[in-house]
């Protein structure tokens, strides 16, 4: 099992930035790829980030330039950076680990925490 803990949402004008972090706990030892995914009411959760054990990153197209996803290994954790943010950007962000299970995955998530971009 793997336990999620995120924070750093909040509320931000257009334009400002927000970092999110996410600490791993548990069966990190499973882990192969991290990622942020985001769900504004009515649509569909969608991946925002994400980033292999071994440092690839891949990123929406609409976040390219904007976002920015690292790893801290020592500390299990994982960081959102949001730059230059829209109030398109404005979603519940939650984050995801994925371990290999056979010849599928599992996904592990966390509680979500809110980011909200004003005018």
């Known amino acids: 099992q793997v336990q999620l803990v995120e924070s750093g949402g909040g509320l931000v004008q257009a334009g400002g930035s927000l970092r999110l972090s996410c600490a791993a706990s548990?069966?990190?030892?499973?882990?192969?790829?991290m990622g942020w995914y985001r769900q504004a009411p009515g649509k569909q959760r969608d991946l925002v980030a994400s980033?292999?054990?071994?440092?690839?990153?891949n990123y929406a197209d609409s976040v390219k330039g904007r976002f920015t996803i690292s790893r801290d290994n020592a500390k299990n954790t994982v960081y959102l950076q949001m730059n230059s943010l829209k109030p398109e950007d404005t979603a519940v962000y939650y984050c995801?680990?994925?371990?290999?299970?056979?010849?599928?995955?599992?996904?592990?998530w966390g509680q979500g925490t809110q980011v909200t971009v004003s005018l």
């Open positions: 548990g069966s990190i030892f499973s882990i192969n790829a």
């Open positions: 995801n680990a994925r371990s290999p299970w056979g010849s599928s995955w599992l996904d592990y």
């Open positions: 980033i292999t054990s071994g440092g690839s990153t």
